[in-house]
């Protein structure tokens, strides 16, 4: 008997110490949420446990990480209320996020070029980090002249948009400044959302649909933020710089979606990481 008790101190320590080092660190909120039992707002680079009474705003959500360096978002449980605020238990709002693995753009690159562009942009979420991006595009496969070039389709504030895409012999140049304002319309938003992309010949009015995507630039501060919140609770796994960097391009491509690998690698250099 003393010894079965024995046994089953172990295994309740055992349980209770797992449960107190399951801590969740906040790499980015949307919204505001309200830790009630901390008393105090969350925000990037706080902690919580799952044991933690939330109080979040309307459509609110924070992505977090926790001390095993899993993923994941902290979202409120599918309940309707009046005022649209909705308390929850941390642990019940705690959504795991499936590594997507790298939606590879080097696949669709050569020495001369994007030789797909489907493949590059992909079919869900493309991003840019910053204003802008250059693309060198394969002149076999895409020829960018007078006659053939890119052109995004897409809306503004409901009106129909089509632009083409600017280039510099064969580089593309997606800018944001030039894509967010039409015609006097102007969107207030990171995001174009549904936008087609398509091949056109103006000589003989022939079209060809690459891909659909949403296409967002990302805030290089709000990105170089997220990145600094990640790398403490990283930095305690005893990882390699070279494991820290692929932990930090794994996390865009979960989080955000589909990046240009150069530019995400040259970002992530240039802080130092």
């Known amino acids: 008997m003393k010894y079965l008790l024995i046994i089953v101190f172990f295994i309740a320590f055992g349980a209770i110490h797992a449960q107190e080092t399951n801590i969740y660190n906040v790499i980015r909120v949307n919204g505001e949420i309200f830790n009630i039992t901390q008393s105090l707002q969350l925000t990037q680079g706080k902690s ?9 705003k309307q459509n609110s959500f924070a992505y977090v990480i926790s001390n095993s360096q899993k993923k994941f978002m902290l979202r409120t449980p599918n309940i ?15 959504s795991p996020i499936r590594s997507r693995g790298q939606l590879s753009t080097r696949g669709a690159m050569s020495e001369t070029g994007v ?18 991006i250059q693309i060198p595009m ?41 894509l967010f ?38 805030n290089p501060t709000q990105l170089k933020n997220e990145f600094d919140a990640i790398k403490p609770v990283i930095t305690t796994q005893d990882m390699t710089p070279e ?27 240039q802080l130092g990481y």
Do not use: C
């Not at 919580?48 to 979040?56: A, T």
């Not at 960097?245 to 690998?261: A, T």
């Open 181 to 218: 304002i039409s015609k006097g319309d102007t969107l207030f938003a990171d995001t174009i959302s549904d936008l087609s992309v398509y091949r056109y010949k103006q000589s003989t009015g022939d079209s060809e649909l690459i891909t659909e995507i949403n296409l967002s630039f990302i």
């Open 138 to 178: 394969d002149s076999s496969r895409y020829p960018l002249n007078s006659d053939e070039y890119i052109v995004f389709y897409y809306k503004i504030n409901g009106k129909q948009v089509s632009k083409k895409i600017g280039f510099n012999t064969q580089i593309l140049k997606i800018e944001k400044e030039k």
């Open 48 to 56: 919580l446990v799952p044991q933690d009474e939330l109080n979040f």
């Open 115 to 132: 030789k797909d562009l489907k493949t590059y942009l992909g079919i869900e979420n493309f991003n840019v980090i910053g204003k802008e």
């Open 80 to 94: 309707e209320t009046d005022d649209g605020d909705i308390f929850a238990n941390a642990e019940l709002a705690l």
């Open 243 to 269: 494991a820290i960097k692929e932990y930090l391009i794994q996390y865009v491509f979960d989080i955000y979606g589909n990046v240009d690998e150069g530019q995400l690698n040259a970002f992530i250099t």
